[in-house]
């Protein structure tokens, strides 16, 4: 059975206050880097997942953000897909 590299990205959704960007655009501003609009904080969730296509491999890490992964309230994700060879 083929296995799929999958990379899940979640994010804060557009509107909902993320108070860690805010503290690391605190902290680059105390740095010296006043520049810097840091827009959101999230987090990269890195699998392999054993199924026949990528497409299967797609609509299993869909159901784990349902199921566990993301509070849709306030947060969206994207996911990436390979298989690995």
Known sequence: ???FRVELAVRPR???KDPQAEAVQESLARLGHGGIAVRAVGRLL???IDCA???EAERITAA???QLLVNPNLETYSVSV???V
Do not use: A, F, K, R
Request: hydrophobic share 35%.
């Open 82 to 84: 390979e298989e690995v």
């Open 64 to 66: 784990l953000c349902e």
């Open 1 to 3: 059975m083929p296995v």
């Open 46 to 48: 890195s699998m392999t």
């Open 14 to 16: 557009p509107g909902v």
């Open 53 to 55: 296509t990528s497409d």
